[in-house]
């Protein structure tokens, strides 16, 4: 029997919602899913988590698109959350993610599926759809960029906004490389409060995924680096945005006003994507699926309905 993934609080919406997980194969490896609803009859949602390195729990409001009669399939992607944890910094490529998605896909058999990724999913979205995959009726890409040198520039800017001390802090240690310290680590999360998610204290699902990341850091130290917004990883040059144009699957973009992806980042992915639908958040920041939960799933769900 597979070990049952993480219970939802009594306390969320979607604690009642009937589920079923499982691990299916990757290669050598196996990877946990999370299957939400049953005896659904519209096209099933799949959906991508970020990081690179989370987990799906921050995720978990994304569960309550079942209560409309449709499917919403979670997995932890390779080296994090419940999936297998291979220790091999060789393995962690974008090419290696892009392929698990077409795993996940035959392993649950979703022949016909509406994809959404998150930060990092939704970049693995927009490559996965670069490949032209068959069967996808449509594209959700939320806080995503087509360009980690614009994310990083970006970043850069709204970190000039924060105030000077916790400026100074961030350098200091990134400059000595001592971006574990306590002091780092402190200060970093002024910028995520702004930033990555505006509801503070943080919701035991997001905190789950942060400490997940925590926990076994080296997926998201290779890919990304040590925060949200020094990136020194294999990520650092990646940029997409003259191939956004090649994506033919109905797209449509989520972003929060307050977001690390910024506005300029997602209308960039919008203009770039023929036909795409951007949304913006005014309340939210990188998780608006967390800061205006009731607003997301309307606008995710009607968009969903309309491509079933």
């Known amino acids: 029997m597979p070990t049952p993934g993480p219970l939802p609080s009594p306390a969320h919406a979607w604690a009642s919602i009937p589920y079923t997980d499982g691990y299916i194969?990757?290669?050598?490896f196996k990877d946990w899913y999370r299957v939400v609803g049953e005896h659904a009859d519209k096209t099933p949602l799949l959906v991508l988590h970020g990081g690179p390195g989370a987990a799906h729990d921050y995720l978990e409001p994304i569960s309550l698109l079942a209560n409309a009669g449709r499917k919403v399939y979670f997995y932890d992607q390779l080296g994090c959350g419940l999936s297998d944890h291979p220790h091999n910094p060789d393995?962690?490529?974008v090419e290696l993610f892009v392929e698990e998605v077409d795993a996940v896909r035959q392993g649950l058999g979703l022949t016909e599926l509406h994809i959404l990724g998150q930060s990092w999913g939704g970049m693995l979205a927009?490559?996965?759809?670069?490949?032209?995959?068959?069967?996808?009726?449509s594209l959700t890409i939320a806080n995503s960029p087509?360009?980690?040198?614009?994310?990083?520039a970006e970043a850069n800017r709204l970190r000039e906004e924060?105030?000077?001390?916790?400026?100074?802090?961030l350098l200091k240690?990134?400059?000595d490389e001592t971006t574990g310290d306590p002091a780092y680590l402190e200060a970093m999360m002024v910028f995520y409060y702004r930033h990555v998610c505006r509801v503070n204290p943080f919701?035991?699902?997001?905190?789950?995924?942060?400490d997940q990341i925590e926990a076994d850091p080296e997926v998201y130290h290779t890919m990304n680096g040590p925060s949200e917004f020094h990136c020194i990883g294999k990520l650092k040059p990646w940029d997409i945005i003259g191939r956004l144009p090649e994506i033919s699957i109905p797209s449509l973009v989520i972003s929060g006003k307050y977001d690390e992806a910024t506005p300029l980042i997602?209308?960039?992915?919008?203009?770039?994507i023929p036909g795409a639908k951007w949304e913006l958040f005014e309340h939210s920041s990188h998780m608006p699926h967390v800061e205006e939960t009731e607003k997301y799933m309307k606008v995710v769900g009607d968009w969903l309905a309309a491509n079933d």
Request: glycine share 6%; hydrophobic share 40%.
């Open 266 to 272: 997602a209308e960039t992915v919008a203009n770039g």
């Open 203 to 210: 919701p035991d699902y997001v905190t789950r995924s942060f």
């Open 126 to 137: 927009m490559e996965y759809a670069l490949t032209q995959p068959k069967g996808v009726r």
């Open 91 to 93: 393995l962690w490529t």
């Open 25 to 28: 194969p990757f290669g050598e």
């Open 162 to 169: 924060l105030p000077s001390d916790i400026q100074a802090t």
């Open 146 to 152: 087509a360009s980690m040198i614009q994310w990083v």
């Open 173 to 175: 240690h990134e400059a």
